[in-house]
């Protein structure tokens, strides 16, 4: 059995969360989130606790309802704290800008990328080099994050790219000429 699952997600005030057919509706200040979870794992409400349990004793049940659990805590810290996730731009000439619902990345390529912001995702770019994701879904935010990074990972030799802050690059020597 899971120790995680077996610990309740207290509720905080100002936030509401409800179950139906399997789905788990997490509603607070900074927005809401909805989850839908495989049969294995009953999901309950009551005074303020979301509790869990395996509807079935399979190895796949044990193992869903501690990853319930987690997720659920994560949906309810995402809807009162939110998520944020720092990048930084690197390289001569590379600079985002924010132009209406898209995301105008400069990135050394002969076009600009456009990318549209999804629902319930905030960002912010300031000195053109340094862009911040906000959201209150977790995965969205950390997704959104990877598809802004992944348009120019950071590279080995000179260090240019767009990178995660407090991301380590190792660094390669170049060729040397004998």
Partial sequence: MSRIGKQPVSIPDKVKVSVKDGTVFVEGPKGRVQKTFAPAVKVTVADKQVTFAPTEESRFAKAMYGTARSIVAGMVKGVTEGYTKDLEIQGVGFKANLKG??????????????????????????????????????QLVGAVTAEIRGYYPPEPYKGKGVRIVGERVRRKEGKTVA
């Fill in 101 to 138: 619902k898209q995301l105008d990345l400069a990135l050394g390529y002969s076009h600009p990328i456009l990318l549209d912001i999804p629902e319930g995702i905030k960002i912010t770019v300031t000195d053109q080099t340094k862009v911040r994701v906000e959201g209150a879904d977790k």
